[in-house]
């Protein structure tokens, strides 16, 4: 199975890496607190659709389950994420990250 | 009652005493403190008298409670009440009761002396512990009990830095014997497994294979401690100095009883000091080097209680030097008959200062014969007791003492013979220039009231006939009483050997020097201008004694000299450069390396997810090398 998979390259193996390098890039590159919560809704997204082309290629559903269950984690991250982002615009009024460095040393 | 009640009701009382007047009352006069502080001695003595007879006809009283273990190690808090006990308790208790009913008198100026009769009380409970503890531990909680009442007591008047020192120096001073001490109770768990007096000598009686070697070493250590608490020499220094107390403190803590702790030690453990014969020979060569010493010093005294506190240490070293002899109820007896007129003489010398308001230079006396005729009175009898005029008390405890010097070797009783004149001598000088001549100062003398004289008269009588407890036994009329009754507890060992002088003869001869010396030294000083003419011939000797030896100065630059050169190089150099800059050092590093993690601590929340990511990458590299799980 492990030699199977490696073995072969798809076409959306390609879409699915550089999505998720795009995301990693925005996610550690990017001021704006949204666009980086958006990055990481993008490297989810880039996993969930490996999950899903693996499903469909292999004719079983264990892929589409986890990816319903990634989808359900990542809607309550935002929630979650989106609570933290608008607390620190109420205290800053902004959401730049580079003005949130409470934590230097 | 029952006689343990009684026991405790002895100890306990001036503890009880010493709370109601220090921490209760505090009361403003000094008669309402004094007659609490006064009753709860007296009602230890008379439980100490009913004891007595108890002890007397029937066996000691006993009892203990636990008090620590830890493995096979127990001590228990022991008390013993016995004949030699009781011989202390009775003069603790006896003196004590008097000193403070004088105390009463003569602390009537002071605002407020609750904190004096407190400390005094303090002081009896503390003795009473010391003398009646069954065990060495126990014994050395009273040592230290007695040692801090001192230091309270010297320095009673603690606004004057010189008197504060004299009690900081007499504490310290007595911290050297106290280090003896407690080696010496080291080495006895060592060697017999047991810090029990009872366990100790029964020990001895019983087998004679315990390290002879070791046993000496353990009677020189605490024999050390003595020479703290009992003024020897080298630790003596103390002593003088402690005179800056108040005069009735002198007389009870400094001359009759805390002193005498020493000896009472020793003869306590009289069973094992029999067998060691190398630390005897210590401890009668340093008894006789500190009388001759101390009376030396006492003879070019121009203090009253300096010459009194000379007195005291030359006496013990009489003590010590019967110890060494082996002659323990010889030292006994002179412990009790010095405790009546030592402590005769110090309320006395406290009767003249009262009267005139604070003078203590015996060369500005004189003539108080007429002013003050019981002072006079009494003070003379104490000063014939000291001498040894016979029948007085002193006759007889210095002559059986001489008598025991005399059988062990003939240079300690030629060294005891020169301290019996030598005392008379000192005593008969400040006796003519106390009472005798003319008044040379200028304040009004007045007699003591009767509070104080009460307790003078009491003493001349117990000083003037105290002797007849203990009559030697060269004399045939009497039995001796103190040998008889402490048999049980402290053999008297038979001398044996010749001297080169009969005994009679011997006694004949301390005799004459004795009262030819007080003869010579009252018509030379009752005449002060004679003494001018007299003392230019030995004023090189003079000199020497006056200053005391120098040994106070001695000790300055062989102890504290050093001393202070070596606090100084810590002070300067090894505390700030070596200990502090080690600390500092240290910290540094500290602070350099955090330094250097700060800088990952940049507070850039994307920064800290780069490192989370990296984390990550990781652990799956390693999961998929198979390395972790």
Known sequence: ?105 | MSMQTLFLILLLAPLVGSIINGLVWRSGSAKLSGAVATSAAFLSFCCALVLFGQVASDSPIEMSWRWFEAGSFAIRWGFRFDQLTSVMALVVTGIGTLIHLYSIGYMSHEKGPYRYFAYLNLFLFQMLVLVTSSNLVGLFVGWEGVGLCSYLLIGYWFEDPEKAKAGMKAFLVNRIGDAGFLLGMFLCYQIFGTLEFQAINAAIDAKSGFNLHLMNLMAFFLFVGATGKSAQVPLYVWLPDAMAGPTPVSALIHAATMVTSGIYLIARLSPLFVVTTDANTVIAYVGLGTALLAGLIATSQNDIKKVLAYSTVSQLGLMVLALGCRAYVAALFHLVTHAFFKALLFLGSGSVIHALEGEQDILKMGGLRKSLPITFLTFGIGTLAIAGIPPLAGFFSKDTILHAALVTSPVLWVGGAAVATLTAFYMFRLFSLTFLGTYRGHAHPHESPAVMLIPLCVLAVASAVGGFLGVPHEFHFMPNYLEEFLKPVVPSYAFEGTSFVGPYLAMTITTVLAVGTALLASFLYARPERVEAISKGFSPLRFVFSNKFWVDELYGVIIIKPFQVISRFFSSLFDPKIIDGGLMLSAKAMRGVGGLITLLQSGVVQFYLFFMLVGLVLIFWLLLKGMVI
């Open chain 1, 1 to 105: 199975m492990m030699e199977k998979l490696t073995s072969v390259i798809y076409w959306t193996h390609f879409v699915a890496v550089a999505l998720f390098g795009l995301g990693l890039i925005g996610f550690l590159l990017r001021r704006n607190a949204l666009v980086v919560l958006m990055c990481l809704e993008l490297m989810l997204n880039a996993v969930n659709l490996i999950l899903v082309e693996i499903s469909m290629r292999t004719g079983t559903s264990e892929g589409i389950i986890m990816v319903v269950f990634v989808i359900t984690v990542a809607a309550a991250e935002v929630a979650v994420g989106l609570g933290i982002i608008l607390n620190l615009y109420r205290m800053k009024k902004t959401v730049d990250l580079s003005s949130f460095r409470s934590l230097s040393g």
